[in-house]
């Protein structure tokens, strides 16, 4: 475990909105080849903390630190989350945000953008290499529709995709940006058991056979347990607890943090 | 259907009551008596039953229609028919002889007519690159087109330059104008951005009527130089006819590098920034770059056709540039159809010619301007033709059709 490289290092990450502290000194590591989870009850920061990662919130306080493989540190603090994407690091968001009006194809396309590099003067000319390269990126996203089960779809408006193969899409196109590190927020929310069970196959097929490390929030404890190792915990704003599986199911805190949720909604 | 026989029926004795005042009871002050005019009314009662029937047949037709569209994602028959590639090159060829032969067939007014729709068809292809493709909601766009129109003006009147020459000078001025206007509005979004623009415009009026020694303030330039063939004397009939050409020209131009850039890895980035902007850039895209490019783009096709507006007018003041104008720019491009181009023309053509072919009716001409604007946004708020998909062929899909 030891020797694993370390890919995202996160320490004491804090995030303020005017009073409110929504994430507060969380630390964070994720190796290579790992499926780390951050769960959490809702409101916990878990969204958050993902935006001040990806460059989307800049962060009050803390350090992001990227250790991309044969190249030097980067620290993410207060980039663009363009940058972000570019040096390696792509997300999916929890309420999913596919552009709706393009096809299920140019959805995943536009992830090649930032691997491409045809500007306005050529795409008008549009000489020889232009071509090549817009054929390359259609065939790659195609191929990325494979591998999520999206082939068929490819020229659907992604906004008529029932919404399981939403989030799969959201995943593709995320994929295509060729990260080594994948954000997944809450990619299981609003899927049926079997669906669940689909999408737990695929994360752990991109985890090996890609050789993406994962970051995936979810908010319901159980469906993390048997693909992620490890596990953070949040509960508001705080990292109350984090470690293998068995550990965190063990863990008073945490059950704490969930049962005290479950009352709540009883109520 | 009885439902709605009824609530016509209902709405049309309701107007009855209301407009009976009105149309019903005359006094006339001569004979000292009161009319009652029985026909008027009927002709109130029964046209309003008429319309109100009328809307709420389209209205339900409208909301199967949209079931359908749900079930299937059926498309109107015009669209298919868009779609289908060799009935597209047919038709544009088509189209192309007609526009050619146009000025031999008809006369002076009839080219002079179709030059201004020329116009406004690269005006509004221009504004589809910032408000159709890239979403950047934009009312002030008249301003590139007097950028072009007085910087030919300007140095055509000081520095003697031909129209040739500052055709692409009109343009590239154009640009620089949307970089500039670019920059302070990146971070705006929606009525922010509209109510920015919209000052843009202003502006640009306001500083052309008041700086005098630069701009000859609201009286405008005159004498501008006609475009020049070979240094030829021209009279103004075929000096129209030219024009005409040049015009036809830069159409077919500003379709074609338009047409490329839409369906290139920048045009898929503006569609994707307007589609949602978040994503956008977490997908790694940047979003400066890209909104200043929509709109530099955008403006670069009104700069250019500017110089082309000055030189066939031979004169310009501010008074050709006011909020009106980007008003017209901005609905050709709404009622014809949001990042369509086809769209866009047919849109530009039926603003533009209409008015001019139904003069007795100018005097409706604004009420029946917005009378379209609403019947269309309830009706058909994608614009006449929507943005067509881009087919993409890849490997795969060629073998199966091989095999199939
Ligand atoms: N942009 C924002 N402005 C103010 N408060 C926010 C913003 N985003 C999130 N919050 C607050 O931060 C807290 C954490 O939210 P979030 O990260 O979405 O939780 P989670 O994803 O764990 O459910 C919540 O109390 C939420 O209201
Ligand atoms: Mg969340």
């Known amino acids: ?267 | 259907m009885l439902k709605d026989f009824k609530q016509s029926i209902l709405i049309s004795i309701w107007f009855v009551f209301l407009t009976f005042p009105l149309m019903a009871v005359r006094v006339n002050t001569t004979e000292q008596m009161v009319e009652w005019r029985w026909m008027t009314i009927l002709w109130v009662a029964i046209g309003s039953f008429v319309l109100s029937y009328a809307w709420r047949y389209f209205l339900a037709k409208k909301q199967l229609k949209k079931k359908d569209d749900e079930e299937g994602g059926k498309h109107s028959k015009l669209q298919l028919l868009m779609e289908d590639m060799n009935f597209r090159y047919k038709a544009m060829g088509v189209l192309l002889v007609l526009a050619l032969v146009f000025p031999l067939v008809f006369d002076t007014y009839q080219n002079t007519i179709m030059i201004s729709a020329l116009i406004y068809v690269v005006l509004g292809l221009g504004l589809n690159i910032s408000v159709g493709l890239a979403g950047l909601l934009d009312l002030g766009y008249v301003a590139f087109f007097a950028v072009g129109a007085y910087s030919y003006a300007l140095l055509n009147y000081h520095f003697d330059l031909g129209f040739w020459t500052i055709l692409p000078v009109g343009g590239i001025l154009g640009c620089l104008f949307g970089v500039v206007l670019g920059f302070p509005i990146l971070r705006l979004r929606g009525d922010y951005l509209a109510i920015v623009t919209l000052g843009f415009g202003m502006i640009i009026k306001v500083v052309l009527e008041n700086w005098s020694s630069f701009s000859f303030g609201p009286s405008g330039i005159a004498n501008i130089d006609k475009p020049g063939l070979f240094g030829m004397d021209m009279n103004i009939d075929s000096s129209t006819i030219y024009i005409y050409y040049i015009m036809i020209a830069l159409v077919v131009f500003t379709i074609l590098i338009t047409n490329r850039l839409k369906n290139s890895r920048i045009g898929r980035a503006w569609i994707a920034l307007r589609e949602d902007e978040i994503a956008c850039v977490a997908m790694g895209i940047d979003m400066a770059r890209t909104k200043l490019s929509a709109y530099a783009l955008g403006a670069f096709w009104a700069g250019m056709v500017g110089v082309l507006f000055a030189a066939k007018t031979t004169f310009i003041n501010p008074a050709s540039f006011t909020f009106m104008e980007s008003a017209i720019i901005l609905s050709i491009v709404v009622l014809g159809g949001m990042g369509s181009i086809l769209g866009v023309i047919l849109g530009a053509f039926i603003l533009i010619l209409l008015p001019e072919y139904l003069r007795a009716f100018s005097e409706y001409r604004m009420l029946a301007f917005g009378a379209a604007m609403v019947l269309m946004m309830i009706f058909r708020p994608q614009g006449i033709i929507s943005g067509i998909r881009t087919k993409y062929e890849y490997k795969e899909l060629k073998e199966e059709t091989d095999n199939g």
């Not at chain 1, 475990?1 to 804090?14: I, N, P, R, S, Y």
């Not at chain 1, 940058?83 to 995943?108: P, Y």
């Not at chain 1, 691997?115 to 000319?125: D, E, M, N």
């Not at chain 1, 705080?238 to 945490?254: F, L, R, T, Y």
């Open chain 1, 1 to 267: 475990m030891a020797e694993k490289h370390k890919l995202l290092e996160v320490k004491g990450l804090t995030m303020d909105f005017g009073g409110l502290r929504a994430v507060d000194s969380v630390s964070l590591e994720v190796h290579e080849g790992e499926i780390a989870a951050l769960i959490g009850p809702n409101g916990a920061g878990k969204t958050t903390f993902f935006n001040c990662v990806t460059g989307i919130y800049n962060p009050t306080k803390g350090d992001i630190l990227l250790h991309p493989k044969g190249l030097p540190t980067r620290r993410l603090n207060g980039l663009k989350p363009n940058k972000v994407t570019e040096m390696g690091l792509a997300r999916t968001f929890q309420n999913i945000r596919l552009f709706s009006d393009m096809t299920v194809l140019e959805n995943v396309m536009i992830g090649r953008h930032c691997r491409t590099s045809a500007g306005i003067f050529r795409s008008i000319i549009r000489d020889k290499s232009v071509r090549r390269e817009e054929q390359e990126i259609v065939e790659s996203s195609y191929q990325l529709l494979k591998k999520v089960g999206l082939a068929e779809f490819a020229n659907e408006f992604a906004k008529n995709l029932p919404y399981g193969a939403q989030r799969r899409l959201e995943i593709a196109r995320a994929m295509a940006t060729e990260p080594f590190l994948l954000l997944l927020d809450e990619p299981a929310a609003g899927m049926n058991p079997q669906e669940t069970a689909e999408l737990d196959q695929l994360i752990c097929r991109i985890s090996e056979e890609e050789r993406i490390a994962i970051l995936l929030i979810e908010h319901d404890m159980k469906l993390v347990m048997n693909i992620s190792n490890p596990i953070y915990v949040m509960e508001y704003g705080k990292k109350i607890a984090e470690g293998s599986p068995q550990e965190i199911k063990d863990n008073p805190k945490v059950i704490e943090a969930y049962l005290g949720e479950e009352t709540e909604e009883d109520a």
